[in-house]
Structure formats: structure tokens, C-alpha cells
């Protein structure tokens, strides 16, 4: 055995060595795997906005791009074609958070004032409800009164021992919270400064990973990746860029709705409907309950007016609206959909709703072609011999069959 022989041995042996220990630290011990991770991520969090913000402007960027070299006629030179696009892509976006700050932000504090004034008189309501509840209903009051007579003496030792401690501890989230949020801002400002230069240097960027990718792996290995990054882009920009336009346009569909409707809160309303739209199929009765329970404490006949409006709207977002703009982007069954929101909301929250959804889409798709891949080696191309129970005979019979030039 050759010295060479003797490194890849020596490198393969500890190589799993540290595999096997990072695992163990992982699962069993402090996850120091882990922690670095986090801090990774932390630390490179401007770079990750950054590329997040470049994949969403990057089709506005390459539009004005087409438009200012076509009008050019060849004479514009790339590069300068491409500081125009970006500059002219950012000017749009910091108007569109204008004219939201502006417009929007005023009438929403305005509809949160509104509703903080008005807890008095939405208190008031509710215990005249309460109240007649349980003087209509005798044997309700005697169950009420009864679990109040029980839960009463622990609620001193749990206010004592619990709600004062939790209550310190939430203190100190909100200012760490406020802390988080500057340090937000301030890698979102360094985030857009990132997005420019990705922007700017895309092409090279993507040439730099194709040559990267080509001189470690095998030239079929090299056409399979590029076919999934296509494939993953194509699942991930149709869903995430449509879906986003797609809840603006809800947000502003409900404000000029209830706007006519002359429903109260109307701009919270339109943000939260808008904004809950982002999560696939559970967002909508995620965004109305909260907004149709705010509207009923003013007024029941309006709030039956908004849910009226609520599924009329979101028949024509899953009707007219989301084909048109999402169309077969993710190509995923609407019951893998609703796993995928569950097992994404289990694990990552709210992102998690949104993200899993083009990420299963991907691993959807990834299996399908694997598994049509597998069924073509073994001369299938249908569904019909897994139509009946004898499928499970089908090697058997794939067997049985004569091969070509052999007597039947």
C-alpha cells in the first residue's frame, strides 16, 4: 500500500471519528455544533437579509436591465445598464415603504388608539353579555360559581409565585426585544448594502459556483445538480415572490372593501388579513378570527358583513388571484400542502408555515423523480399495475415474462 492509500485511510478514519463525536455533542452532550451554528448565524445575518432581498429584486433588476440595453440599442455598456437597473429597483422599493409609512402606519396607529380607548366600553359589553348568560341559565352560574369558589385561593399563591416572576422575566424580553429590533434595522441597513453588490456581480457569482461545482464533482453529477438548483429556483421564485404579491394584493382588495363596507379598524384589518394571507391555507382563518372578534365587540351586523366579505375574497384569491399568479409553482397535492404547514409551524413557527411549503414542494419533487427513475429501470411507465392488490406479485411477474429471443 502506497502513501497515498495510507492518507485517504488515515483521512477517512478521522473523518468518521469526528462525525461520530460531533453527533454525540449534538444529541447527548452541550451541542457545541450547535452554538457555533448559531453564532454563524448571527454574525453572517446581513449577509443572509442581503441575499434574501437580492432573490426577490433580482427579476425587477434583470427587467429594467432588458429595458434600458433595448432602448440603448447596444450602446449602453452592461455595467452601467446594471447600476441603473439596481438603483432604479431600489428607488421603487424605499417609495413603496414610503408611501406605506406614510399612509398606512398613520391610519393604523390611528385604528390601535381607537381600540385601546374603547376597551372600557368592549369590557363593558362583555359583562353585560356574560351577565345575562348566567341569568338566563341558572345551572351555568351555579358551574361558574363553583369553579371560581375552587380556583380562588390558588390564585394569590399564583400570582405570588408565578405571574410576578413571569412578569419580571417579560420585562426583561421587551428590552431586550427593543434591543433587537435596532440590531434588526441595522443589519437590514447593511443587508441592502450586500443586496447591491449580489446584484451587481450575479453573473459572476453564479459562473465562480458552476466553475466551483465542476471541478469537484463528475460532469453527469455536474448536469443533475444545475437540473435541481433550476428545479429548486423554479419551485422557490414562483411561490415566495408570487405568494408575497399576491397577499398585497389581498391587503389592498380588503382596505377598498371595507373601506365601502364602512367596517371599524379597516386599516388593522387590511394589514392583518394581508399579512396572514402570506401563510398558505390556514392564513386567511388565521388573520379573520382575530379581526371579525374586534369587529363584532362594535357592531355584529358588520361583523357578519366582514365574513361575508372574507370568504368572497378568499374564493376569488383561490379561484382567480392565486392561479393566475402562483400558478402550478410548487405542483404539490393540497394535502402534502397542509402536512407541510403543520410540520414547518412545529419547528420554525411562522416561517416555518410559509417556507415549508416550497421545501417539501422541492422534496416532493425530488422523490418523484427518484421514484420514476427506479419504476422506468424496472419497465413500468403507469400506474396500472398498482390498481389492484396483485401489485405486490409485480417483480414475480416482471420475471415471469419471457425476455427478448427466448421461447415462450
Known sequence: MDKKSYFHWGLTVFLTAAAMMV?????????????????????????????AMAYLLAPAVNFFDRCILSMGEGKTHPMLARALSIFMTWVIVF??????????????????????????SYYNTVYQWSTQLLERNPR???????????YWGSLGAWFTNTFLPQA?????????????VFAFFRDFLVGVI?????????????VGGRRLLYSWVSERTYRHTLRALEKAD??????????????????????????ILRLPYTPLVSVIVGVTNIIPFFGPFLGAIPCGFLILLVSPVKCLYFIIFILILQQIDGNVIGPKILGGSTELPSFWVIVAILIGGGFFGVAGMFLGVPVFA?????????????????????????LSNDA?????????????????
Open 23 to 51: 453527533f454525540y455533542d449534538t444529541v447527548f452532550r452541550n451541542g457545541i455544533l450547535l452554538n457555533l451554528l448559531r453564532t454563524l448565524n448571527k454574525a453572517l445575518s446581513p449577509v443572509i437579509y442581503g441575499a
Open 95 to 120: 417609495f413603496l415603504f414610503y408611501l406605506f409609512f406614510s399612509i398606512l402606519i398613520p391610519q393604523l396607529y390611528t385604528s390601535v388608539v381607537t381600540l385601546i380607548n374603547n376597551m372600557q
Open 140 to 150: 351555568v352560574a351555579a358551574i361558574v360559581k363553583d369553579g371560581i369558589n375552587e
Open 168 to 180: 419580571q422575566q417579560t420585562l426583561t424580553m421587551v428590552t431586550s426585544g427593543v434591543l433587537s
Open 194 to 206: 450586500v443586496s447591491v453588490y449580489l446584484l451587481a456581480l450575479k453573473e459572476r457569482f453564479g
Open 234 to 259: 423554479a419551485i422557490f421564485s414562483g411561490f415566495v415572490r408570487g405568494k408575497l404579491l399576491d397577499s398585497i394584493i389581498i391587503g389592498i382588495l380588503c382596505f377598498i372593501g371595507a373601506s
Open 362 to 386: 422541492l422534496l416532493y419533487a425530488a422523490i418523484g423523480y427518484f421514484s420514476r427513475k427506479r419504476l422506468k429501470s424496472k419497465n413500468i411507465s403507469s400506474d396500472e399495475p398498482f
Open 392 to 408: 405486490i406479485d409485480l417483480s414475480r411477474q416482471n420475471d415471469a415474462k419471457p425476455q427478448q429471443g427466448e421461447p415462450k
